[in-house]
């Protein structure tokens, strides 16, 4: 408001200082890419991870890939351990993730008005320029992007080589995921509880920096989560309840508790080759997290084990959540609800799969040590003793998977039993989007932080030294 | 800085077909001044653009200064070195004169040639006397270009009727070509001719990128030397139209749909649906086209023939009649309460007239003429044409408007007109679904392109087509859902990414439909009639008695001998244990129901205070959603019930006159709503995303 301008005034040109560049910060994990630029509160592009494969190419993003279409398939491009696999995929989908919200894409004419017609091409030589000129589409930003702690060197390197040479970031960084979760919180030293879809792990963190030792991880995520409702859904009594996902319901008839449920099926236009399971089970899945939403909750009675007497008390029907799947089929769930979560503590409360499944094989019931309070015995007896101390202090949780009602105060209760002699102070964000958003949060404060900038691997550094700079660099 | 004047506030809101401008905040908000085809045509040199088409003559004499592309030189400091043509062609000035008390820059229009063409129409423009005005235009244009070429002794000539070439920068919301939008800018800009001290508030596609938005912040400083800048979310504007800090926005578009969740005026980035493709109007009209294509049909008569009255989507659960459409629910009550009936009707429709109306001539029901039947014809003209423009949004009710006081005169005074007799039938096949006419007609205006000539562009002929017009929003081939399966599936999946779950009903009880997409009949009701049978919870014992009850509410008392304890459920609660259907109570009492809270008791808790005679908690985690509801449009925009307006489709612009209001004038930047110059020449283009909106 310095400047008064009348409405004669011609203002004057631009003279801004356009040489601050933000950086572009992306956070790739199991279920969502969470891509934004550095310096701001939340991610703007979030894009499931989930991709679909059709015999025409692939789909990206969210709604696109709910659209059943004809023998679609629903893929993933990172594996059950939170590491990628595909990286044809990976690189395309975390380039859309960026790409469609943030940077913008740039048409490549090439590809789309000049394929058929030859003779339409103005300039050659340009038209081939501009056509790679798409690949380089992170030129102007530096890239900051996050990584389990587990990654392998490999992996590594391969993401150093996708920023910097196919998308010629002009440079680049990756931080661990649980540092991030620590920065987040605004805690330099922590214990970060990462609740993923794929691993639940513990990074002890000092000064900044990861002790890697101390990182444990364990197959209870969100995903064990959604298949321990499954296996509980299967088990259900009287009947099995199936779910039919929304997009196979017409419309349905309100039914009584219990009842079966009355709904009319989706018919597809003949010859439609209906999609392939995986689009079933992806949609299926989506249930399940709301059925999550809904009816997970821990058990944060101290006096009261949940098995055995908990598990009576919370039968009581004040307890009940109801839940509706989507054909209709309504049952109230009690007792389920803190089953499920107690699962994640105590591998006695698992839910069997139901025979022929292959459920148990892919999760099976948690070992004593992969469980949340085995997991952060064993992190703690691999780090220093001094530290311990300052690490229980400041026990931060994270990730969606954390997001169950009462979770962080259950973890607060367990630790402090494990640990009676010691402060134990949980750091969790009330908000939802924090949480959800904690490993991109962090990285959006360290990207922005003015002292990081020695920190990133420059193009020139990388062309010199080659990917094997990242291993040095990245600590 | 001075406070900014409601009458030097520019409105800007670029859509795919129509850029909505308007200069100014009247007393009480009204529709759009200006509707701008959102298009340019390529000029002579490249990256140059034209609002007309130009076209050489065909005898070419070598013309160094043709009017159309010798206006002042193109502005030199556009951003991103693409010299936009930012100057117009001086015939354009004269033709958009639409308001004549407004400066447009006189020197700009020494060629006159084309005025008597295009400010007819043009100054004809305020929207509310749309239907009156469309008539009249009928009058107009048929015997002008003519006239203008004659005058025009240059090589090249605009030519004010075809579309051909056009460039249209944006698609699906996405800003494909940017000299070219920039060039439509600078000619909405020139048509204004707004003062120096204006504040600009420009309405943003959601699937804008940040960059796309960089670029245009810069190019409205720069080149516009504006003292203020806003930069509007589209889903938020609509909040702002309906007054609704918390609201669900579907916005259907030309080529896209935009479905998002607003939290207390923040837009919800997770699961938002951000363009989501073949969910617009265009997809209804392609898929009209694909099942009629046996009948020969184009784009063009599919496109109006989905603006005709006799075009509808069907709620779910209502049978077409010859229920072939996949669209329509097999709901067996509604099937078997009409079913006999339409077999019956259909039998006939198929076996007896479908076939005989493909290869229909043209000779058949042709009028040339200037009867004010259909005003479509002007769309297709390059000129700015204000009074089409509003027209074509408006068509699917001016002509059933219009059908309908054709009918009454026709019944008045011919009588026994056979016209008259099939807008009865047609009329009663837009109320009763069950006792359709399969026969309807729909006037259609082909152009006659032969010759390049304007003669004969008024003929007009009627087509028949069967229930096909039941099926634009079916499922085009290798998609297994048509375009209101998936609007439905957005919204669900938008709602469900709402990280705060407690909001989550509220949303659903604040539904937002708008864009010019959602004209078609029967869009929104199909829209909430496959929401509610598809995503309502079913009130049921189970959700009632564990769930959202209010802890004051009553609790219903039945009869007794209903009251049935069930064992492991609390003794004495109400329980129906009908098997099926639900207990009338119970969904007297769900309708009732009231925002959840957030605290849950967990047993046993030392501290938590378990009075055993309150059975109902609240819980702000129960699914959703119980009720949907779409937001009341605010009565208070006398000039948004003006009838020619019909509805509240472009309430988007209604809300960003209101934002603007609210922005510019009430807060002047206290919460940091724009960008001051001042500020961009600190922080640069980027400026733009520190600002709160």
Known sequence: MATALTSRDEPKTAEYAGDEVSALVLDPGFSSVRAGFAGEDTPKS??????????????????????????????????????????????????????????????????????????????????????????????????????????????????AEIALESWAAPAFYLGRTGVMGAFAAGRPTALVLDFGATQVS????????????????????????????????????????????????????????????????????????????????????????????????????????????????????????????????????????????????????????????????????????????????????????????????????????????????????????MYPST????????????????????????????????????????EEHGASIVEKRCK | MPPFKDEHVLIIAP????????????????????????RMFPGTKPDEWEPVKIRPKPTPLPGPAEPTSSGEPGDTDQPNGQATNGDLPSSEQANGHPVPS??????????????????????????????????????????????????????FEDDLWSTEGAVYPIREGRIENWSCFFALLSHIYNMMSPPFHMPVLFVAQPCWTSRDHERITQFVFETWKVPAFCLMDAALTACYAYGVPTALVVDVGHGKCDVTAVTDFQVNDIGRGIAIPDCGGHAMTKRLQQVLESDAFTEDMAEQLKRSPICEILPTGVEVPQGISNDAAPNPAAAASTGALDSGINAKDVDGLRPGQAPRGPGIGTMVGEEGLNGNEEENDGVLDVAAIVARDNAAE????????????????????????????????????????????????????????????????????????????????????????TIAEAIHHAVLSV???????????????????????????????????????????????TSELPSNFTTPVATPGTNTPIPGQGGHTLHHPGPHGVNPLLVAATKNMMQPNQHLPVPGQPGSVLDPGIHHIHRGFSQTPNSIKMVKAPDYFPEWKDPSVHGMEEAGFLGAQVAAKVVFIVDQGNSKGFLTRSEYNELGPTGIHDCAI
Not at chain 1, 127 to 137: K, L, V
Not at chain 1, 227 to 250: C, F, G, K
């Open chain 2, 499 to 545: 990280p705060d779950i407690a909001l989550r009903s509220t949303l659903w009880e604040n539904l937002i439909i708008l864009g010019n997409g959602s004209r078609i009949r029967g869009f929104t009701p199909s829209l909430l009639s496959v929401l509610h049978t598809r995503y309502v919870l079913s009130p049921s014992t189970a959700t009632i008695f």
């Open chain 1, 202 to 417: 513990v990074t002890p963190v000092h000064d900044g920096m990861i002790l890697k030792k101390g990182v444990m991880r364990s197959n209870i995520g969100g995903n064990y989560m959604s298949s321990q409702v499954r296996n509980l859904l299967a088990a259900n009594e009287p009947d099995r309840i199936t779910i039919t996902p929304h997009y196979l319901v017409q419309s349905k008839q309100p039914v009584d508790a219990g009842q079966p449920a009355n709904f009319v099926p989706r018919k597809f236009p003949e010859a439609f080759t209906a999609p392939q399971p995986s689009f079933r089970r992806y949609q299926e899945e989506k249930v399940i997290l709301e059925f999550k939403e809904t009816v997970l909750q821990a058990w944060t009675n101290p006096n009261t084990p949940f098995r055995g007497q908990g598990e009576v008390m919370a039968r009581e029907q004040q307890y009940a959540h109801p839940f509706e799947f989507p054909d209709g089929y309504n049952q109230p769930f009690s007792t389920e609800g803190f089953r499920l979560v107690e699962s994640m503590f105590d591998g006695q409360c698992y839910y069997p799969p139901p025979p022929g499944s292959e459920e148990g094989a892919l999760y099976p019931a948690p070992e004593p040590q992969g469980t949340i309070p085995g997991l952060v015995k064993a992190s703690l007896s691999q780090v220093d003793v001094d530290i311990r101390p300052f690490l229980l202090g400041n026990v931060v949780i994270t990730g969606s998977g954390s997001l169950i009602r009462g979770l962080p105060e259950r973890i607060q209760l367990e630790l402090s039993k």
């Open chain 2, 102 to 155: 407004e400066d447009v820059e006189m020197k700009e229009a020494p060629a006159g040639e084309e005025t008597t063409a295009a400010t007819n129409p043009a100054s004809e423009a305020p929207p509310k006397d749309t239907p009156q005005q469309e008539a009249s235009q009928q009058d107009v244009p048929p015997d002008a270009p003519p006239d203008a070429d004659d005058e025009t002794t240059e090589t």
């Open chain 2, 398 to 485: 001016l002509l059933a408007r219009r059908e309908k006081e054709k009918a009454e005169k026709a019944a008045a005074k011919k009588g026994a007109a056979a016209d008259g007799l099939k807008i009865v039938r047609l009329r009663n096949s837009e109320r009763e679904r069950a006792s359709f006419t399969y026969v309807d007609f729909l006037p259609i205006e082909e152009p006659a392109t032969t010759d390049g000539e304007q003669k004969g562009r008024k003929r007009k002929r009627e087509i028949e087509v069967g229930v096909e017009r039941f099926m634009a929003g079916t499922p085009l081939p290798g998609v297994g859902e048509g375009v209101i399966d």
């Open chain 2, 15 to 38: 859509g795919s077909q129509i850029t909505a401008a308007q200069l100014g905040l009247p007393e009480s908000f009204t529709p759009p001044r200006y509707r701008f085809p959102t």
């Open chain 1, 46 to 159: 979030i894009v499931p991870s989930f991709y679909a494969s059709t015999s025409s190419g692939r789909y990206f993003g969210d709604h696109v890939i709910d659209v059943p279409r004809e023998d679609v398939e629903i893929k993933n491009p990172i594996n059950r351990d939170g590491i990628v696999e595909d990286w044809d995929a990976a690189e395309a989908l975390w380039k859309h993730s960026f790409a469609h919200k943030l940077t913008g894409v740039r048409p490549n004419k090439a590809l789309t008005e000049w394929l058929n017609d030859p003779k339409s091409v103005p300039d050659l030589q340009k038209a081939m320029a501009d056509a790679e000129d798409t690949e380089r589409c992170l030129e102007e930003h530096p890239l900051f992007m996050t990584e389990p702690a587990w990654n392998t060197a490999k992996n590594r390197e391969k993401c």
């Open chain 1, 423 to 462: 402060r134990v102070r949980i750091q969790a964000s009330g908000m939802a989007v924090e949480r959800k958003f904690g490993s991109w949060i962090g990285g959006s404060i360290v990207a922005s932080l003015g002292t990081f900038h020695q920190m990133w691997i420059s193009k020139k550094e990388y």
